[in-house]
């Protein structure tokens, strides 16, 4: 089972509908023991940083996804990727997850067009098991008008947008970010989920 | 790169595809969500679902609608047509439509925009906009599918939207949609000149290289349209090609 981490934010229907698509089953759920007993887990998100930390801390979820995504596969779609950092500039500076090193801040960058919203070109920069099949062409969809900030060891893929945009992310073991949204982005996007439920 | 998006809309009363807006003899054209399937497979970048319906039953059959695209089709999905409240917003968002597209109803009543992006974002707060020339580049607003006008400026009026929280501008140009001569041009250039969010063309397109006129031309980010893919005169596949060939990045 995987656990679709359900603490308020949208689009979590979305998340699911893709992976009953690709016949998994999966949980939208707010309960500890559910985290517990699933084999992989995934933080979806929408909506303003600071008021999704809050939402986790509510929930009292923080200190289980600290714990479960060192023994387990764990991604992070959207916000829910910008969450696993240490820390954000969006409105105020407030802290992450800190599962991975970086921090989120604005794309900042005259004559872009911001959010940066639409589909754009995957470029990897390593290996990663969520490529599995994936070809050298392959748009997904982003919305996003914050980016993070991390190392390139982290950064195992990005698309182009003014600069460098981190697309997707890694700790090198259990914990997965796409800064796009993988359900909501065709075949390609349903391919990564695939692949992330796959992984062991 | 970001690519130029294509964006298909189906009109929907009751449940049904319907053609013939001007709100006169309108027919039914087909189901929905095989539609919306059907675009999706032509490489459809995004969908939009424009309801028509009136009542207020009408609506719960659009949210099945909704929810019932939501399983199959994996792009954005957008909703526009007679959302008025924040409620409206939520229904469509949990239905699974990833935007929702205010009209009308945004121009009489504005803070509706400013609601709808603090609770859910503005990513998710599309503002579509029916405006019509009267005079050398000026152009006002219109509401009610183009019959009411608001006598507000279109360039002051997108600013309001972006500044309010709009995560996006569907634009539609009055003089141009139904005449199959191209999107409007000038008007175009001046919204998204105007704003920094992204600007959907809408209204106008009549044959294969309106599209890529349209991206040539101006910055906008997506070009949207209905009857021409509808009818199937095209497909979404044959206007990525034409983009293509002309260097302009399409997924």
């Known amino acids: 089972m995987i656990a679709i981490i359900d603490y308020g934010a949208g689009n979590i229907f979305s998340v699911k509908n893709a992976l009953d698509y690709l016949g998994y089953e999966s949980r939208l759920t707010d309960k500890r023991e559910d985290l517990e007993n699933a084999d992989s887990i995934i933080l979806p998100g929408v909506g303003a940083f600071p008021w999704a930390m809050n939402m986790l801390s509510a929930s009292g979820l923080v200190d289980t996804i600290k714990e479960q995504a060192k023994i387990k596969p764990f991604l992070g779609i959207c916000l829910g990727m910008q969450l696993l950092f240490e820390k954000s500039y969006e409105f105020e500076e407030c802290s992450g997850l800190s599962l991975i090193n970086g921090y989120v801040d604005k794309i900042n960058e005259p004559d872009l067009v911001i959010p940066h919203m639409g589909w754009n070109k995957l470029e990897y920069n390593h290996n990663c098991p969520l490529f599995d099949g994936l070809g050298n062409d392959e748009y997904v969809y982003f919305v996003h008008s914050y980016k993070v900030f991390t190392d390139d060891k982290t950064l195992t893929a990005f698309c182009t947008y003014g600069g460098k945009v981190p697309a997707v992310v890694s700790d090198g073991r259990y914990v997965y970010g796409c800064q796009f949204h993988p359900e909501k982005s065709g075949k390609t996007g349903l391919k990564i989920l695939e692949n992330f439920v796959s992984l062991k | ?242 983009c293509r060939s002309k260097g302009i990045i399409v997924r």
């Open chain 2, 1 to 242: 790169m970001l690519a130029k998006r294509i964006i298909p809309c189906l009109d929907v009363r009751d449940g049904k595809v319907v053609k013939g807006v001007n709100f006169e003899g309108i027919k039914e054209v087909g189901d929905p969500v095989e539609c919306a399937y059907e675009y999706n497979l032509q490489g459809a970048d995004e969908i939009v679902f424009y309801d028509i319906t009136a009542s207020h039953e009408g609506r719960g059959v659009m949210l099945d609608v909704v929810r019932e695209t939501a399983k199959k089709v994996f792009v954005p999905l957008t909703v526009g047509g007679g959302i008025k409240t924040v409620d409206d917003i939520r229904d469509t968002l949990r239905a699974g439509a990833d935007k929702v597209s205010v009209n009308s109803q945004a121009v009489q009543n504005p803070s509706l925009i400013k609601e709808g992006a603090d609770i859910f974002g503005s990513q998710c707060i599309c503002v579509g906009v029916d405006a019509k020339a009267i005079g050398d580049k000026k152009w006002t607003v219109f509401i009610n599918g183009g019959r009411i006008d608001m006598k507000i400026d279109l360039i002051d009026w997108v600013k309001k939207c972006e500044q309010l929280g709009a995560g996006e501008i569907c634009l539609n140009s009055i003089d141009t949609d139904g005449v199959r001569g191209g999107f409007d041009i000038d008007m175009l250039k001046a919204v998204v000149d105007a704003v920094k969010i992204p600007v959907i063309a809408s209204g106008g397109a009549g044959k294969l290289g309106d599209f890529a006129d349209a991206f040539l031309k101006t910055d906008c980010s997506a070009a949207l349209a209905a009857s021409l893919f509808h009818f199937r005169e095209l497909t979404v596949g044959q206007v990525k090609d034409d």
